[in-house]
């Protein structure tokens, strides 16, 4: 089984559009924040090792809640 660490983030058009989808991935059940110094970004940062089924659903999250907005 392949596994690797996770930590990135994500620009958006806006810092509001960045705190909106951070908070639908919240209520998708992917905790994530925006940073204060780039606030347009949400940054996803999870456990060290991650699957590749455990990434699969993160991306499954993160379009959703985009998608949702």
């Known amino acids: ?3 690797c660490g996770l930590w990135m983030s994500l ?9 909106a989808i951070a908070h639908a991935c919240i209520q998708n059940g992917l905790v994530t ?4 110094f780039a606030p347009d970004r949400i940054r996803i940062a999870l456990q060290l ?3 590749e089924e455990e990434l699969l659903l ?3 999250i993160v379009l959703k809640s ?4």
Do not use: K, P
């Open 1 to 3: 089984m392949n596994q």
């Open 11 to 19: 620009q958006f058009a806006s810092d509001v559009q960045a705190q």
């Open 33 to 36: 924040d925006w940073f204060l």
């Open 49 to 51: 090792i991650i699957t």
């Open 58 to 60: 993160l991306c499954e």
């Open 66 to 69: 985009i998608d949702n907005l």
